[in-house]
Structure formats: C-alpha cells, structure tokens
C-alpha cells in the first residue's frame, strides 16, 4: 500500500518549484519573448475606440524586429526538450504520489504554456500574411519556421547556444551550424523535432480557430439564448 501524506506532498511541491523556479522561469520568460514581439510586429493593438497599429510598412526598423522574433522563436518550443528534467525527477526516487500529483501537473502547465507561446505567435504571423492578401504563404511561412525553430532548438540543446549568441558570437555559431548540423545523426534530431512541431502545431492551431470563433460569436447574454415566437 502506499503512503500518502498531504504534508510530505506540500513539502516535496515546495522544494520542487524552490529548487527548479530559476531554470523554470528563465525558460519561460524566454518562450513569452517572441509571442510578445509578434504582437507588436503582426498584430493591430486596441486602445479604447482606436487602433494603433505598429510596424505595417516593413521599415528596416520592422525588419530588424522580425530578424529577432526568427531568433527568439525556437525558445518557445524549446521548452519541451525540457522533459529531460522530469525524467531526472523521477529517477531521483520520488514518491508514486509526488511523481502523479506534482512533478506531473507542473510539468505539464509549463510545457503547455511555452509551446502556447509558439502556437500563438505563428498565429499571429499568419493573421499578418492574410492581412497583406498573402495567404497562400501562411503553410510555407509555418514550415519555414518550423524548420529553423527544429535547428535553433537543436543548436540550444546540444550544442548550448542561446538566441544572444547571433549578436555575440554569431561567428561560432554559422560553423556550428555547417560543422555539426549538417551530420547524419543532427540532421535525423532536426527531422524528427520538425515532424513534432509540425504535427503539435497542426493539431492545436485548429483548437484555436474554434476558441476564437465561439468567442466573437457566443451570446452576449441569457435573451440570446431564448427562440422568438414565431
């Protein structure tokens, strides 16, 4: 039988999140990073009546920002490869009930919550391409950056680069690049994680266009909901 106490469960949630909340926070800021810079660069924002809209005429100034949403993009989904922490969790020997009632649901709001960040701001690319009557570019648009999120998340995870290092040591980072990426055993890790993103994103972008639909059109209130007499 095991033992379950509520007060071991607290303790062993509080060391987790005390233990884990710098990693855990920084990876997240980072995954926000780009979904906030594709609502300033791809969205129009509301204030009131009005409505500002920001960087619509593709300034160098636009373009400088979008050159660093592509680079902050793989952050988000780059949460996920961050598994491997749950795994180590596990095998440190926790309790059946800490592993079900806190390592899990932890994990799984954080892991929801930086590729939500991804799903988002490809929405938000897409929105702007259809504003600008490109819509027959928003798949090739989605692959590409499915594409080079797959290789920034694979020079982050085992290479160890960071987005700061295209303004840093950008030069490390082109040889990495055509001396590690271009292996057999890199190019299968780019594949398999673009066959993630790809297929995550391709079940979850429709959830959102109904969400999104069943907002703009739900009923105001209860009259809404009552069928006139005929």
Same mark, same amino acid.
């Given at each position: ?9 607290? @303790?062993? @949630?509080?060391?987790?999140?005390? %233990? #884990? ?13 780009? &979904?906030?810079?594709?609502? $300033? ?5 509301? &204030?009131? #009546? *009005?409505?500002?809209?920001?960087? +619509? ?50 994990? $799984? ?6 590729? /939500? ?9 897409? %929105?702007?391409?259809?504003? =600008?009557?490109?819509? +027959?570019?928003?798949?090739?648009? /989605?692959?590409?950056? %499915? ?13 160890? &680069?960071? *987005?700061? #290092? ?12 055509? /001396? ?5 055993? *890199? ?6 994680? $673009? ?12 959830? %959102? $266009? ?6 703009? &059109? +739900?009923?105001? #209130?209860? =009259? ?7």
């Amino acid at each position: 039988m095991v033992d379950f106490s509520l007060k071991s469960l607290i @303790a062993d @949630a509080l060391r987790t999140v005390y %233990h #884990n909340a710098d990693w855990m926070g920084w990876n997240l800021f980072l995954a926000i990073v780009p &979904f906030v810079l594709s609502v $300033f660069l791809f969205r129009r924002l509301q &204030f009131g #009546n *009005s409505t500002v809209t920001l960087n +619509r005429h593709r300034s160098p100034l636009w373009w400088l920002g979008v050159a660093i949403f592509v680079a902050f993009l793989p952050n988000a989904p780059y949460i996920l490869t961050d598994i491997i922490h749950f795994v180590r969790w596990v095998r440190d020997g926790a309790s059946v009930w800490t592993v079900a009632l806190v390592y899990v649901p932890l994990f $799984f709001l954080f892991l929801a919550a930086g590729f /939500e960040a991804y799903v988002m701001s490809l929405l938000n690319v897409g %929105h702007y391409l259809k504003q =600008q009557g490109l819509r +027959r570019y928003v798949f090739a648009t /989605e692959l590409t950056l %499915h594409g080079l999120s797959a290789i920034g998340i694979y020079l982050g995870r085992f290479l160890r &680069f960071n *987005s700061w #290092n295209l303004l840093t040591h950008w030069n490390d980072v082109v040889s990495s690049v055509f /001396e590690g990426v271009f292996a057999r055993d *890199s190019l299968m890790t780019i594949a398999i994680t $673009f066959l993630i993103l790809t297929v995550l994103h391709a079940l979850l972008k429709p959830v %959102h $266009f109904a969400l999104s639909d069943y907002w703009k &059109f +739900r009923p105001k #209130n209860r =009259q809404d909901f009552v069928i006139p007499n005929s």
